[in-house]
C-alpha cells in the first residue's frame, strides 16, 4: 500500500490556460474521487468514479472541468482555460468501496494568477 | 441533501488535556456514516474515527472519542490527553450509502491548536 498519488504538488498557471492533475490510487482501489478544498474550507466533491466509469458530477464540475480514469486506474482532472476562481487545493480519494473509509491524497495546489 | 456544520472556527488546548470538537449535520438517510478527519498543515487528510449511524455505542480509539447523539444529530470528537500532534484541522464528514449521495459532505473544519 504506498498510498494515493498526486502529481504535480503544486501549479502555478496563468488565467485562461489548461492544467491537467493526475491521481494514482491505491492499487486494488475500484473507487476514486476528486474534491476541491478552498483556503479554511472542507473539501467540496467534484466527481466520483467506479472502475472507469463516471457515475456522479458534482454542479461544481462546470463545462471547463473534465475528469477521465481510462482503465479503471489511475485519472486524470483537466481545467480548460482557467479562471483565478479556480484557484485551490484538488484532492483526489480512493476506496475499496462502500463504507470503507476514503484515502486521500496530497492534493495538488493550483494557483492560477 | 447532506449538510455539515461545525461552529467553531477554532480551538485551542493546554498538552495533556481533553479538549472536544463540536459538529451537527443534517440528512434524510436512515443509514449513514459519520467521520471525523485530520489534515494536518500541508500533509494528507487521514481518519481519526468513524460512527456507523445504526450503532448506538460510540467509536472509541485511543485518545479519540465521539459523543453520537442520533436524534439531535451531534457527532462531537473528543481528544484525550491532548498530543502537540493532534495540532491540525479537523473535519467531521458525514457519508450516505443510498441513491446518487454517496460522496463525503465535510464540515467547514476547526482549527486545533494544542499549547506546551
Known amino acids: 500500500d504506498t498510498g494515493v498519488s498526486q502529481d504535480p504538488r503544486h501549479k502555478i498557471t496563468k488565467r485562461g490556460q489548461n492544467v491537467t492533475f493526475r491521481c494514482d490510487p491505491i492499487s486494488e482501489h475500484n473507487r476514486l474521487y476528486w474534491y476541491r478544498q478552498t483556503l479554511g474550507q472542507g473539501p467540496e466533491f467534484l466527481t466520483y468514479?467506479?472502475?472507469?466509469?463516471?457515475?456522479?458530477k458534482s454542479r461544481l464540475l462546470s463545462d471547463r472541468f473534465s475528469a477521465e480514469r481510462p482503465k479503471g486506474s489511475f485519472s486524470t482532472l483537466e481545467i480548460q482555460r482557467t479562471e483565478q476562481g479556480d484557484s485551490a487545493m484538488y484532492l483526489c480519494?480512493?476506496?475499496?468501496?462502500?463504507?470503507?473509509?476514503?484515502?486521500f491524497g496530497n492534493g495538488t495546489r493550483l494557483t492560477v494568477t | 441533501a447532506q449538510t455539515v456544520t461545525q461552529s467553531q472556527p477554532e480551538m485551542s488546548v493546554q498538552e495533556a488535556e481533553t479538549v472536544t470538537l463540536s459538529c451537527t449535520y443534517d440528512t434524510s438517510e436512515s443509514d449513514y456514516y459519520l467521520f471525523w478527519y485530520k489534515q494536518p498543515p500541508s500533509r494528507q487528510m487521514i481518519l481519526v474515527i468513524r460512527q456507523e449511524a445504526y450503532k448506538q455505542q460510540n467509536a472509541t480509539e485511543n485518545r479519540f472519542s465521539v459523543n453520537f447523539q442520533k436524534a439531535a444529530k451531534s457527532f462531537s470528537l473528543k481528544i484525550s490527553d491532548s498530543q502537540l500532534g493532534d495540532a491540525a484541522m479537523y473535519f467531521c464528514a458525514s457519508r450516505t450509502l443510498s441513491g446518487s449521495a454517496r460522496q463525503l459532505t465535510f464540515g467547514s473544519g476547526t482549527q486545533l491548536t494544542v499549547l506546551p
Open positions: 480519494a480512493s476506496s475499496l468501496g462502500t463504507p470503507v473509509p476514503l484515502h
Open positions: 468514479f467506479q472502475n472507469e466509469a463516471q457515475l456522479e
